[in-house]
């Protein structure tokens, strides 16, 4: 049963501290999402890769937040330095894109990383 | 302007009753996805149905289906048959095909909350 990993599922940390979040996309899948969830605002998207190339990151602060694909198995994403703002739940998705839109379905959603920086 | 709009915060439902959720998107792309996703209060995010803008017919997936009036540019949800384990959040997405170089990212609606009455 093909899943999409992330680590760690919690993460308590204090403001200005850094925060490596991991996800491991499905195996063959070659298009990464991170997403944030907060109440407020909902779902957002942060940044995607396709074939581990960053396609989209404009959804991102850029001044304290990177996303990176070090290889095929292993998406991550930084936080630093965190703020008590960052607090959220962070989704990583990936799917498969085989050419046209309708062969491009689901994401596949992670179990998340529930952040709380005090 | 919001690109999904989910008019409904909260819904409740009798167990074994159908229940529909709204769901309006806004976008100027010819092609075009929306899906819709649950999330249980353990917070995965569990996909459920998809319907391509040039797809004649609406999705079903068992007790899913997706009431898609193109024209009006709506994309609701039917659960049938309700069970109280569809009680969860309910977000609508939509992936638009942005500027034609592939875009697969999805934009969120705020989400309904569903609960299912025994």
């Known amino acids: 049963d093909a899943r999409v990993t992330q680590t760690p599922r919690h993460k308590v940390t204090e403001m200005g501290q850094e925060v490596t979040m991991r996800c491991q996309p499905i195996?063959?899948?070659?298009?990464v999402f991170w997403y944030r969830q907060t109440m407020m605002q909902g779902l957002e998207l942060l940044a995607y890769?396709?074939?581990?190339?960053?396609?989209?990151d404009s959804g991102m602060p850029k001044d304290r937040f990177s996303a990176e694909m070090p290889d095929a198995t292993l998406a991550t994403l930084k936080i630093q330095p965190s703020e008590p703002r960052d607090s959220a739940v962070y989704f990583c998705a990936s799917g498969l894109v085989k050419g046209t839109m309708r062969l491009a379905h689901e994401q596949f959603f992670g179990p998340g990383t529930r952040l709380t920086v005090l | 302007a919001q690109k999904i709009t989910q008019t409904q915060p909260g819904m409740f439902v009798q167990e074994k009753e159908a229940v529909t959720l709204d769901c309006t998107y806004d976008?100027?792309?010819?092609?075009?996805?929306l899906f819709w996703y649950k999330q249980p209060s353990s917070g995965e995010m569990i996909f459920l149905i998809y319907?391509?803008?040039?797809?004649?017919q609406n999705a079903t997936e068992g007790r899913y289906s997706l009431n898609f009036q193109k024209a009006r540019k709506s994309a609701n949800l039917v659960i049938s048959a309700s069970q109280l384990g569809d009680s969860a959040m309910y977000f609508c997405a939509m992936r638009e095909n942005k500027s034609g170089a592939g875009s697969y990212q999805l934009t969120f609606g705020k989400g309904t909350k569903l609960s299912v009455i025994p």
């Open positions: 195996l063959g899948h070659n298009t």
């Open positions: 319907q391509g803008s040039y797809d004649e």
């Open positions: 890769f396709r074939n581990r190339a960053p396609l989209d």
């Open positions: 976008t100027s792309d010819q092609s075009y996805g």
